[in-house]
């Protein structure tokens, strides 16, 4: 995690740093503006009115999601405000609502990854490349954790552009928190997106979860990502698989 480096390693702290606040900064601003979009669009004005509407990304911050996505991988915005009473088509309305800062996030996360894979070929040396496997193989060992790699400096002397490499970390930390962020906020725990889902397609809104109900089930997240590592171990295993599916698909269609 981020912040284990900060005393062992400064430098790559800082390094990746760079690229975490930037890539933080897009994935949840626009997973909480498609919110406001979309709510705005099915007839509920509530965000746009409140100012949550917006590409600013200090509108939507929340201190403890926005330090788990450092510490933990994956984290929350403050959650846009809505009237589902406004909406034209109730249940339909609320399950497009819910599912539109996932689908931006999915949509993100695909296109970081279609650039990292044009990239590819530009960056590294075709030796290199070969000698690893091929494109496959080399992105599924570096891909994803570019950043990662790119943060302790490691290779270098393998790269045709190196002015390439920083672009090729951003990418790589965009498509992670994307992706991240996009499997989290399926879970069904209220007050997560997932759980608005599951209660509008499976039980056709028939649950409504107060305030206090919806705050009880997000101590319930954090506890189970400070002190277990069940939550991580079930994200990391669903974002692996769900990135090497995607690469799979966009090296076939590039030929490699």
Same mark, same amino acid.
């Given at each position: 995690?981020l912040f284990?480096?900060?005393?062992?390693?400064p430098?790559?702290?800082?390094?990746?740093?760079?690229?975490?606040?930037?890539?933080?900064l897009?994935?949840?601003?626009?997973h909480?503006w498609a919110?406001?979009f979309?709510?705005?669009?099915?007839?509920?004005?509530?965000a746009?009115l409140?100012?949550r509407?917006t590409m600013?990304p200090l509108?939507?911050l929340d201190p403890?999601?926005t330090?788990?996505?450092?510490t933990?991988g994956?984290g929350w915005a403050?959650?846009v405000?809505?009237n589902?009473?406004?909406?034209?088509?109730?249940v339909?309305?609320?399950i497009k609502?819910?599912?539109?800062?996932?689908v931006?996030n999915?949509l993100?996360?695909m296109f970081f990854?279609?650039?990292?894979v044009?990239l590819n070929?530009?960056?590294?040396?075709p030796?290199?490349i070969?000698f690893?496997?091929?494109p496959k193989?080399f992105?599924d060992l570096?891909?994803i954790n570019?950043?990662?790699?790119?943060?302790?400096n490691?290779?270098?002397?393998?790269?045709?552009?190196?002015w390439?490499?920083?672009?090729?970390a951003?990418?790589? $930390?965009?498509?992670?928190?994307?992706?991240m &962020?996009a499997?989290?906020n399926l879970l069904? %725990?209220?007050p +997560?997106? /997932?759980y608005?889902v599951a209660?509008?397609?499976?039980?056709?809104g028939?649950?409504h979860i107060?305030?206090q109900m919806?705050?009880?089930?997000?101590?319930?997240?954090?506890a189970?990502?400070?002190?277990t590592?069940i939550l991580s171990? $079930?994200?990391?295993?669903l974002a692996?698989? &769900?990135?090497g599916?995607?690469l799979?698909i %966009?090296?076939? +269609?590039t /030929?490699?």
């Amino acid at each position: 995690m981020l912040f284990e480096t900060l005393f062992s390693d400064p430098g790559m702290f800082l390094r990746l740093l760079l690229f975490r606040v930037p890539a933080l900064l897009l994935t949840l601003t626009f997973h909480e503006w498609a919110h406001a979009f979309v709510a705005n669009r099915c007839g509920d004005p509530t965000a746009r009115l409140m100012g949550r509407m917006t590409m600013n990304p200090l509108r939507h911050l929340d201190p403890v999601g926005t330090l788990l996505m450092f510490t933990a991988g994956f984290g929350w915005a403050k959650p846009v405000p809505v009237n589902p009473l406004n909406y034209r088509r109730r249940v339909a309305d609320e399950i497009k609502v819910s599912l539109a800062g996932i689908v931006t996030n999915l949509l993100l996360f695909m296109f970081f990854t279609a650039a990292m894979v044009a990239l590819n070929s530009f960056l590294w040396k075709p030796e290199v490349i070969f000698f690893s496997g091929g494109p496959k193989a080399f992105l599924d060992l570096f891909g994803i954790n570019f950043g990662l790699v790119y943060g302790h400096n490691i290779g270098e002397a393998y790269m045709q552009r190196t002015w390439l490499a920083p672009v090729m970390a951003l990418l790589a $930390v965009a498509a992670q928190m994307n992706l991240m &962020v996009a499997i989290f906020n399926l879970l069904p %725990f209220p007050p +997560l997106d /997932g759980y608005h889902v599951a209660n509008n397609v499976i039980f056709r809104g028939r649950f409504h979860i107060t305030p206090q109900m919806a705050q009880m089930g997000m101590m319930a997240v954090i506890a189970l990502s400070i002190f277990t590592n069940i939550l991580s171990d $079930v994200m990391i295993f669903l974002a692996s698989n &769900v990135h090497g599916a995607v690469l799979s698909i %966009f090296l076939m +269609l590039t /030929g490699n």
